[in-house]
C-alpha cells in the first residue's frame, strides 16, 4: 500500500524557546519530551488510517480497552543524530521497521507497512527537530509504539490498533560516569522461556525483567543478567541489551538468537562491523561458570553490553551470589572501544557507511 499523507494539526500551545533550552540543557533520559507526536490507527475493516502529527498528550482509553486487560502492545527504539553538516539521520530505521512487523507477528497484531512506519518516524523527528539536545551523546530518541485499541473483553486477538512515535531529547544513557558498569547475575528469575516471547520487543518482557534488576540495584550493581529458562546455565541478554565476550586471541562471542533473546539492531551492526575488522565472532552459547573461569583465568579480557540507548557499555565486574570477579582491568577493552568508536562514528556521519546503514534527513 501507499503510505497516506500525515495530517498536521496545529499545536495550541507550543513550548517556549527559552523553556526548551532548559529542558534540553541536561536531559535525564526518557524523562524529557518533545511538543509533537504521530498517531495513525488501524482496524481490520479499514485498515491503516488517519495518520496524524499532533500535539502530544494524554490518551482516552476505555477501561475494557484490549491492552489493558490481554497486553497486546509493541515497540521500538532508535534515535535520530545530528551530523556535522547540521543535517538530521536515523541508523538502520529500515532493521527497527521489519523488528516491529516481526514482534508484531508473534503477538498477533496487525503489521504495519515498512514505508508508513519509516514515514512516520521520518514526520516525527522533522516536526521536533528544534528539541536535539546539545550535550554528549545527544539524540532525539524515538519509541514508536503499538496497542490494541479495540474495546472488548475476551481472550482473542483485537481488530483495532493504535500507532504512535512519541519522541525524546536524550544525552548519555548511564549518568554514574563510572568506566564500566557492575553486573548482577539472575539466579532465580527468568526473562524469557523457549516458546515465549523473547524475541519481541513486547512491554511484557520488561516487566517480567523489572524484579531481578529491582534486586541489582539493590545489591549496588547498575544491571542485571540472565541465564536461560531451562538450565539457568548459559547467558542470555541483559535486561534490555545484549552481551558480547571478547577474548585474548581476539576473538569474540555472543549469545546465539534462539527465540528467548531480542535480536538487537546495535547487536547485528556490531558483528558486521567486528567481522569487518578481520576479527572472529561466534554466535555460540557462553556458560556463566565458564565466563568467570574466563575471566579469572585472564582468557578472557572484555565483556561489554550493547543496545539502542546505552550503544555500547563496557563490563567491569560480575557478582554471582557471594562471588565476584572483574573483567580484564575492570574498565574498557580496546576492542571494546574501538568497535564502539567505529559504531558512533557511523551513525554521526564521521566516518564512511559502507553498508548503507545511514538515512539522511
Request: glycine residues 10%.
Amino acid at each position: 500500500m501507499l503510505a497516506p499523507a500525515f495530517a498536521r494539526l496545529p499545536h495550541p500551545n507550543p513550548t517556549a524557546d527559552e523553556v526548551r533550552a532548559a529542558a534540553i540543557a541536561d536531559p535525564v533520559f526518557g524523562r524529557v519530551f518533545t511538543d509533537h507526536m504521530v498517531s495513525i490507527r488501524y482496524s481490520d475493516a479499514k485498515g491503516w488510517h488517519d495518520a496524524q502529527v499532533m500535539p502530544r498528550g494524554p490518551l482516552l482509553l476505555d477501561p475494557a480497552t484490549a491492552v489493558l486487560h490481554y497486553a497486546q502492545e509493541i515497540f521500538e527504539g532508535l534515535k535520530a543524530y545530528r551530523l556535522d553538516d547540521g543535517s538530521m539521520a536515523l541508523f538502520r530505521v529500515e532493521a527497527n521497521a521489519a523488528r516491529f512487523n516481526a514482534s508484531a507477528r508473534r503477538m498477533a497484531m496487525a503489521e504495519i507497512p515498512e514505508e508508513l512506519f519509516i514515514g512516520a518516524v521520518k514526520a516525527a523527528v522533522e516536526a521536533d527537530a528544534d528539541w536535539f539536545p546539545p550535550v554528549a551523546g545527544g539524540a532525539l530518541y524515538l519509541r514508536p509504539f503499538m496497542y490494541a485499541s479495540e474495546v472488548f473483553l475476551g481472550v482473542k486477538p483485537a481488530s483495532e490498533y493504535h500507532f504512535l512515535v512519541i519522541v525524546s531529547p536524550v544525552g548519555n544513557y548511564f549518568k554514574s560516569g563510572a568506566p564500566a558498569v557492575s553486573l548482577w547475575v539472575s539466579e532465580h528469575y527468568t526473562r524469557a522461556a523457549p516458546g515465549g516471547t523473547g524475541a519481541a520487543k513486547c512491554g511484557g518482557n520488561y516487566a517480567a525483567s523489572l524484579i531481578a534488576q529491582q534486586e541489582a540495584i539493590a545489591k549496588g550493581h547498575d544491571q542485571v543478567v540472565f541465564l536461560d529458562a531451562a538450565e539457568h546455565r548459559w547467558i542470555e541478554e541483559l535486561g534490555g541489551m545484549n552481551m558480547f565476550f571478547v577474548f585474548d586471541d581476539g576473538s569474540i562471542v555472543t549469545p546465539p538468537l534462539t527465540g528467548t533473546i531480542l535480536p538487537g539492531i546495535t547487536r547485528d551492526a556490531i558483528i558486521t562491523l567486528a567481522r569487518d575488522a578481520g576479527l572472529t565472532v561466534r554466535e555460540e552459547p557462553y556458560s556463566i561458570d565458564q565466563w568467570q573461569a574466563d575471566a579469572e583465568s585472564g582468557r578472557l579480557t572484555e565483556s561489554f553490553a550493547c543496545g539502542t540507548a546505552a550503544v555500547v557499555t563496557p563490563v567491569g565486574k560480575v557478582t554471582r551470589g557471594q562471588t565476584s570477579f572483574t573483567i580484564g582491568a575492570g574498565g574498557p577493552g580496546q576492542v571494546t572501544t574501538t568497535l564502539k568508536d567505529k559504531l558512533v562514528g557511523i551513525q554521526r556521519g564521521l566516518a564512511p557507511d559502507p553498508h548503507g546503514w545511514v538515512t539522511r534527513l
